[in-house]
């Protein structure tokens, strides 16, 4: 029995040898693919100079492919796990450039020549990311959103945006210079030949479609399967702060790193970072706080120290985008929220270049801005109006640092303009929506008749008197009023001057035959002329950084009367 004490020693040794290794395994990186990822009936595929074939789950997509869908199908195109597009049926969509994050920044653009394609994008975090939708009318440029697009040759480009805001250019869109922005919850048409100005919010009908239900479900599962893969990519489940095997896996990542070599021994690292950083958010969101805030004071000493070495830059700057993905569904109400803060700042310290790092702070308020919709999706509306604030303070501060920043090259000055002209208009759509919220509920219809020069009565019927006995007989009854005639409008203010970045609330006033006025600025219709000196969002107006005059319109029809009137307003630098 003696003599098989040694073996019996050596072999548990080198099972608690292999157990110990294997604590800081983590699964071999998968490249991302473009790829069909559904297919539903009949879709073909075709690259140029080739013949049409039947498309397939799992078909990997390369440029200058075109995908077909038949009358009852449907296919689904995932971007290297950064994006996603869903082919309605009877749609044509092209291929034009499709380029993953790690040959340089992730790239899409995609042409939809007949049909209907819906997109979801994760927040381009890469200042020269760019995803976008190209019809015969106009092209749908994203930074981070979920939009849908349909187009019919002869016919209309319509754009709905269920998340954040996107960018529409063409030769028929008003202001190609500065494109037009079409925030969350609205949606465009443009029509060759007419140039469009103005958006209008989805109503009840579009949200109710299948098609719109449909894709927001699968927007979601989207989210869930990017959170699923990260969390499934960094064996998260096998490290916890603080416990004794979170201790071991800790010494055992870094024995693995310690063995590793070259450019994976980076790698490496930076996975194993990411793995500890989720750890600390569920000690946190388990209300292990200050266990948590520990562990990451340690995680941050580390940081600061590996983005301060030169030759760290990229594998650190990838690090940290996907450490910012890993907390963007925390919200100001979670314990893991100042975590997430101070990881924002890493994004800004791992920036080396001055537009970088400006680029990186938009993103920061793109994303208060989400949480801003995410707190008003829950009802919670004074977290969601003081969220709000901070990304508009935060606007303000990145565009004066914007304007004095040096060595920024011209293509960056102009990717950064029109980021911040889109987060612009999503915020001015988002405080639209709180103020619409905000406002007290009228017994009487929205758009009631107001008193000018004469008492009238009001639209709500009196209550009923009760019944008594009584021999008087009933009064005669009234003679029927002939219908109130619209016979003008005006917009107030009808001359109005405001400086750059300042705001103004339009109203539009119908004016009857009987000197009796209605308000209808629910209902009209409001463009600007000429474009490129700010953005119009329904009735408010918010300038940019252009001195001049423009005309702002509201129409209106009722009872087949056509209606309209402008206002002068006058944007100056104060």
Known sequence: MRRWWPVFVLFLIALVGVWFWSLGSLPPEAEPQAALSEVEGLVTVTWVGES???????????????????????????????????????????VAHAQNGNDGPFVVRLRLETGRAWTRVLR????????????????????GTSFDVETVPGSATTIWVADAVVEVSGAIVGGAADGFFVPE???????????????RPLDARDRKTDWFRNNREADLRFRERVALHMNEALATDRASAGS???????WSERMRVAFASGEHRERLANRYRLRRLMAVRRAA?????????QEF???????KTQMGRADEGPNM??????????????????????????????????????AERLHARLMIIDERLDESVSSLEADDRETASQVLVLARQGLANVERERREAEGVTQDHAERLRKVWKALSVRADALDARLKTLDEPVAHAPAESIEETEEAVPTSTPPAPLPVVATSTPPAPPSEPQAPLKPVSMTVTPGVFTIGFYERVTYRAIVVYDTGL???VTRSARFTMSPTGYGSLFDNVFSAFDLRGTITVTAAFEEAGVPLQAGATLTIEQR
């Open 124 to 143: 381009l975090l890469d200042i020269d990311a760019d995803v976008s939708v190209e019809t015969n009318d106009v092209v749908a440029t994203v930074r």
């Open 244 to 250: 004794m095997r979170g201790m071991l896996t800790g």
């Open 185 to 199: 919850g609205s949606m465009a048409e443009f029509v060759a030949g007419r140039r469009t100005t103005s958006t």
């Open 297 to 303: 004071a340690r995680m941050d000493g580390e940081m």
């Open 52 to 94: 049409e074939r039947e498309a397939r789950t799992g078909m990997t997509l390369s440029e200058g492919m075109t995908i077909v869908t038949g009358p009852d199908s449907k296919a689904t195109l995932d971007w290297f796990g950064e994006s996603e597009t869903r082919l309605g049926p009877s749609s044509r969509l092209t």
């Open 317 to 354: 700057r990838k690090m940290v985008s996907m450490a910012q993905r890993l907390f963007e569904d925390v919200q100001p109400s979670s314990p893991a929220y100042r975590i997430k803060q101070q990881v924002e700042v890493w994004a800004m310290q791992a920036a080396p270049l001055p």
């Open 517 to 519: 006025t209605r308000d």
């Open 285 to 293: 969101e388990s209300g292990k706080s200050g266990l948590a805030y």
